[in-house]
């Protein structure tokens, strides 16, 4: 609302300036004659008087150039508009959140015993301190970049974050030029397909997101849409687990970005991980991307 208001704003001052009388605006002026058979024409003539030129070619090229100074006017003033009106709702925390202030906005001490218990065991754990010292990595909390009015329609930002669902937001690490991810999170008890199993549909709903920001980084604008999503699932998932997505980008190719990865138990040193599912996808950046919101 801000920036259109903005951008009608620039627009009127465009038609202010440029509706002004000719008379107004130097030593000439100009005056629009009707030729027998020619139409319209437009005759310059200087202060004393004297024609300077005639023709329709001019008057032509005179409207063109106002067409293109009032849309280059009122789309400086739209791009102004958008940019402080983001300004404004990420103040007021309507807009997408960094990196780094998706780690600050979840606090698991004000929720309940239960996410304080899962967040220490995730920090303590030797994998997350080896993904903390990584080069090239970072590190973010991708559902927490997200404003209220945003997870509040999203379904794994929204609907399935809670006590015993998913209590804590995902810790999730990038390997910059979106080469590689991984991400660790808990799964509770009531997002089962079987009784103590977790349900299949939400380790494809892992795998399709997690694949997906592996990627982002390779391609225009940060952002893909899925376009083939391909799902072996090896073993069942127990219920109050701690898992674990690791991703690979194998092949980018303009707009298209090919990704391979899988969920795995987490495992204790030494131990070699017990792997749920494997997925292969093709994520491809849209036409229309740049208009898109980027989480991660």
């Known amino acids: 609302m801000f920036s259109r208001q903005l951008g009608r704003a620039g627009r009127r001052l465009a038609r202010q300036t440029y509706t002004t009388p000719r008379c107004q605006q130097g030593p000439w002026t100009s005056r629009v004659a009707m030729a027998p058979g020619r139409g319209l024409q437009r005759r310059a003539y200087s202060a004393s008087g004297e024609a300077a030129s005639t023709g329709q070619s001019s008057g032509a090229g005179g409207l063109f150039r106002k067409a293109a100074t009032y849309a280059a006017v009122g789309a400086a003033f739209s791009a102004i508009g958008a940019a402080a009106a983001w ?41 997350v301190a080896e993904l903390r010292s990584r080069p090239g990595f970072t590190e973010s909390r991708p559902h927490m970049k997200m404003p209220a009015q945003y997870s509040g329609r999203s379904l794994t930002g929204g609907a399935l974050i809670g006590p015993g669902k998913i209590p804590v937001p995902a810790f999730c690490w990038t390997e910059a030029g979106g080469k590689s991810f991984v991400s660790v999170v808990y799964v509770g008890d009531n997002l089962c397909g079987h009784p103590g199993i977790i349900h299949g549909g939400l380790l494809a709903t892992m795998l399709d997101e997690g694949l997906a920001w592996c990627c982002f980084g390779a391609l225009p604008h940060n952002i893909g ?40 138990l987490l495992a204790e040193p030494g131990e070699t991980p017990t792997v749920l599912t494997e997925a292969e996808a093709l994520y491809v950046s849209p036409k229309y991307a740049a208009m898109m919101p980027r989480i991660h």
């Not at 780690?103 to 001490?109: G, V, W």
Request: no cysteine; aromatic share 8%.
């Open 87 to 127: 300004k404004t709702l990420t103040a007021h925390g309507l807009g997408f959140y960094s990196d780094e202030e998706s780690l600050l906005r979840f606090n698991a001490s004000e929720v309940d015993d239960e996410a304080r218990r899962i967040e220490e065991t995730i920090n303590k754990h030797p994998l």
């Open 225 to 264: 849409v899925t376009a083939f999503l391909n799902i072996n699932y090896r073993k069942p998932a127990p219920a109050g687990s701690f898992l674990v997505l690791r991703a690979e980008t194998t092949k980018v190719e303009g707009r298209k970005a090919w990704v391979k990865g899988h969920i795995e």
